[in-house]
Structure formats: C-alpha cells, structure tokens
C-alpha cells in the first residue's frame, strides 16, 4: 500500500492548482481541475462566506492556504489575507490611503498577483505595494507622484502582470488628460523603474482609455512579447527594454471617439485575440515588426464582447457579452460556431472562467449561470447568490470563489 500511496499524491497534486493572478494559472481565464461544483445557492455547497465591506471589481487570488483580494474598507484600500480552509481573516494591509467611487468602481477594482512568496497589490489611485505572506511591506511605489494622475474616465481597473523579472502595469488614458499613455516594468524586489516606454496614439476624446491587463505572449521565434490594446490599437513590446516592436490597428473602424476598451486580450499558443468596444473581435498572430495590421491579422469578427474577456478550451473560443448573448468561435479561423445564445438577461461585467468541460458566466446580480463547454450550446445550471457583483470567479482545488457586494463565497469541498 505505501508504494501505491507517492504516485496516487503525485497525481493529486497535480490536479490542484492555485490561482495567482486575476485569470489564473495561464492568464487565459482556464482551470485544468476536474470534479469543479456546477451548482450552487446562497446556503447550498457553500463551505464558508466571508463578510465584504464594499463592492469591487478585484477577483481573489488564490495560492495554496492563502486568498489575497483588495478591498475599498473604511474609506481607504486594503489588501486582505484570508484564511483559505477556515474563511477567516488573517491580516489586512492598508494598500492606498484614500478611496474614490468612480461610476460602478472604486480604487480597489486592480485584482492582485502572487507568485508564492510575496504578493503584489495595486489601487486604482496609483498606489502599488510588494508584501510577503505575513503581511510585511516589502516596497511602495506611489506612481500618481512620481508620473502623475491617471486620468480615464471610468477609474483606473488594469490589473499588473506578474513576469519572472518583474511587474508590468500599463497606464493608457486620455479622457481626463493630457498627459501621455505609458507601460512600466517595476523591479519585483526593490520596486526601482526598470523601463518606462510612452505607448502613443493618435486615438480621440475617450478611445484612448484602456481597462484592460497586459499579457504575455510566445511567439513563433520563441521570443517572449508583452501583449496592450487600447487606444485603438493592439501592440507587441520587448519584455527587457519595454520597446515596441509591432502594432495592430482596425480596432475602431468607424472611428469612435468613446471607443474605450474594457475586455482585456486573450492568448492562445502565439496568437492573441483582441477585444474591441463590441466591434471588431480580432485575432493577432504574434510576432512581426512595425504595422502587422494586414500581414498578422488572422480573422475579424464583428460580434464581440465589450466588457467580459473571452476564455477558449484550446479549440473553441467562448464569449458573453454584457448584455447576456454568448458566442462560440473556431480559433483558429473565427468561423462562427454557435451565435446569439441568451441566457439570463441582465448586465454582464464579469469575464467567464473555464474548468472541467464547463463555462462559468456570473452577472451584476449574482447569477452564475454554467454551460457546457464544446460546439453545442447547453445550459448545465443556473446558480443564484442575489447580490451585486462585478468581480469574476477564481477556481482552485476543486472550489469556486465567488465576490459579490457583501460576501466573499468559497463553494464546493476542496480536493483532498
């Protein structure tokens, strides 16, 4: 029995996964666990809820026994440490000062990242902090005084991307400055400015606002490309230098002058497709040098999502618009597969998640509704928590974390 008990381990702990930044383990919104709950209410599979001070657009991230997630708490931002089997809080930290409600959001709206070790927060006023696992500060970087006020029109929402070297945060505005878009790359241990590149535009009124989070992405060299859109325009960069090496427009065809961009890009292999304001939905392969609009393009599809990112299976790419249609596209070639399929009318900012051969789609009102994931459309079941949320689930060891306005929700046993 005990030569049969490694191996049985092994395989266990190959299936759990955390979930360390806003969409996961590979950035593209995908669990690869198995045995995910796909129904639940208010009481029902629900190990623990934890109190919420305020709502916010920050999804938890998740690293072993540890649940991170920013909070707008008595007028200021916090980061929260939460205790992942008991649903208790273990420590708080004040991430920024002050606190601002911006239309739907707040300062609090940026989700964290972690690699294990220390985790890395930001605020939507600019205030970026490293802490370790105990709660210690490790490093603070003020960027409204050292580069000046964001200025969109919604309230700053990216979140940072966590590379090996170092955390990228983009900063594309323009509705409430004057001042120019940029990407930065901060020294994960000290927080010292590594690279700092102006990312111009020629975009108008408030197309040149961008809520969405840099990716990484490999090309077909093997060389590594950090991945913006926004201010209508998708842009490859040199993760050591920051250096723009290739730029994809047809992001506002018409010419929008309100073509902000909420849904962040999504990678698959070295192709990365690019949400729009609903039209288009692009597709990038990677890779290239200067204007790749016509030699990179692969396929443009004009129904797209405006504010959920996608997620894909590898295959199949899968969309919720904010009004509730979801969409099924080939990747590799955009053909439609399914279009057009409502589910629960309502307003949709969260972006789906997949696990398990499933996809989950949660509401502003608290509705998780789960499909099937493949190329016939089928609604599994339909999970009610009845409170406002803007934040996306997160899945780890078999459970889902759902935020909403009030609670803080782990479903499901946890994988042993």
């Not at 992942?84 to 420590?91: A, H, I, M, V």
């Not at 290239?288 to 599809?301: F, P, Q």
């Not at 780890?396 to 782990?410: A, E, H, M, N, P």
Request: overall charge positive; some cysteine; glycine content about 10%.
């Amino acid at each position: 029995m005990k030569k049969l008990a490694l191996p049985l381990l092994s395989i266990a702990l190959l299936q759990a996964e955390n979930w360390p930044n806003w969409r996961g383990p590979r950035a593209d919104g995908t669990s690869a666990e198995k045995g995910v709950p796909a129904s639940w209410d208010q009481t029902k599979n629900v190990t623990w809820k934890l109190a919420m001070p305020e709502v916010s657009g920050s999804t938890p991230v998740i690293w072993g026994d540890k649940i991170f997630l920013n909070n707008a708490d008595a007028g200021a931002v916090s980061l929260w440490c939460v205790n992942r089997s008991t649903g208790k809080l273990e420590w708080k930290q004040q991430l920024a000062p002050s606190d601002d409600k911006v239309r739907k959001g707040n300062m609090s709206s940026p989700s964290p990242v972690t690699d294990g070790k220390t985790v890395w927060a930001m605020s939507g006023n600019g205030h970026v902090k490293a802490f370790d696992f105990t709660g210690k500060e490790l490093w603070h970087r003020d960027m409204w005084k050292d580069f000046g006020k964001f200025g969109l029109n919604h309230g700053y929402g990216s979140s940072p991307l966590l590379m090996n070297d170092g955390l990228v945060v983009q900063v594309l505005h323009g509705y409430k400055t004057d001042d120019d878009s940029y990407v930065v790359k901060f020294d994960l241990k000290t927080g010292k400015t590594l690279w700092k590149v102006v990312r111009p535009t020629d975009a108008t009124v408030e197309s040149p606002d961008s809520y969405t989070t840099p990716v990484l992405i490999t090309a077909a060299n093997g060389k590594k490309e950090i991945v913006i859109t926004g201010g209508d325009y998708v842009t490859g960069h040199d993760p050591v230098t920051g250096k723009e090496l290739w730029r994809g427009g047809g992001m506002n065809p018409r010419g929008n002058p309100m073509n902000r961009v909420v849904a962040s890009p999504l990678v698959l292999q070295d192709i990365v497709y690019v949400p729009t304001r609903v039209n288009p939905l692009q597709a990038y392969r990677a890779g290239g040098s200067g204007d790749v609009t016509k030699s990179r393009l692969l396929w443009s599809n004009p129904n797209g999502p405006d504010v959920p990112t996608p997620v894909t299976d590898g295959k199949l790419v899968y969309m919720i618009n904010d009004r509730g249609i979801a969409w099924c596209f080939d990747a590799q070639t955009g053909k439609e597969v399914y279009s057009g399929q409502r589910i629960k009318p309502a307003i949709y900012s969260s972006s789906p998640v997949l696990a398990d051969g499933k996809i989950y789609m949660t509401n502003e009102e608290g509705l998780t509704t789960v499909i099937k994931a493949g190329p016939t459309f089928e609604v599994l079941a339909e999970n009610p928590l009845e409170d406002y949320t803007l934040s996306s689930p997160a899945i780890s060891d078999g459970q889902v974390f759902i935020r909403t306005k009030s609670w803080l929700y782990c479903i499901g046993k946890r994988s042993k």
